[in-house]
């Protein structure tokens, strides 16, 4: 079964502060997908990874895939307010069906 | 408008009671999915479909059926609902499982099973 671990569970950062969220899985797979979900509602795309190597930027935040360490990274810089929120990060387990596994989520709160 | 439109948003029932969440999207996708989100568990899939009647198990599919008759439809029925249903519950669709696409999400469906 493939795992999905995000760390931290918990994220509470001043404005201002750059931090970085992870994710790793378990197993092989070379496309990775970060979503945020504000309280109360639905989950919203953020980025797309689709290949080791892979980077993709907007705004303050910045996502990077490590197919080979099985790893992504998403990094917020000068974290303002409204990034407030919880991210996660999917697996698609290409090489093991057709079937998603998600993260258990990073609950971010910045504070001014 | 391009969307995933899940109904009905909310929900309280009682044990045994058979209920169906309908999923409906408009992007002439061909995956859809259910998943159930339960605090410090993330998102966890129930079913998906890659097409029409085609359906297949995910990671906590007991206690669930599913059927895709329509492309654009994708029904979440619980034929004998009990306590441990209680989540709440997104469909999502994209136009393939793996690609440049990320999943579109639904507004999400909270279930209370009393």
């Known amino acids: 079964e493939l795992k999905v671990e995000q760390n931290p569970l918990f994220l509470s950062m001043q404005e201002g502060k750059n931090y970085t969220i992870y994710c790793n899985y378990s197993t092989t797979s070379d496309r990775l997908y970060w979503y945020r979900q504000d309280p109360g509602k639905s989950l919203e795309s953020l980025f797309v990874?689709?290949?080791?190597?892979a980077v993709k930027q907007e705004g303050r935040l910045m996502a990077s895939l490590d197919t080979k360490a099985r790893l992504s990274t998403l990094h917020i810089t000068a974290a303002v307010h409204d990034l407030s929120a919880t991210y996660f990060c999917?697996?698609?387990?290409?090489?093991?069906?057709?079937?998603?596994?998600f993260g258990t989520g990073t609950s971010l709160t910045v504070i001014p | 408008e391009a969307q995933v439109t899940q109904n009905p948003r909310y929900l309280i029932t009682v044990t045994g009671k058979k209920l169906t969440v309908t999923c409906s999207q408009n992007?002439?996708?061909?995956?859809m999915s259910w998943y159930r989100q339960d605090p410090g568990l993330g998102l966890r899939q129930i079913y998906y479909s890659m097409n029409v009647e085609v359906t297949d198990k995910g990671d906590v599919p007991e206690g669930y059926k599913v059927s895709r008759k329509e492309k654009r439809n994708f029904p979440l029925i619980l034929e004998s609902p009990s306590p441990n249903q209680t989540s709440l519950y997104f469909c999502a669709s994209s136009l393939t499982p793996s690609g440049v696409q990320p999943q579109h999400f639904g507004d999400g469906t909270r279930l209370s099973i009393l």
């Open positions: 999917a697996v698609d387990g290409s090489h093991t069906g057709n079937q998603f596994y």
């Open positions: 992007m002439n996708h061909e995956y």
């Open positions: 990874l689709l290949s080791n190597g």
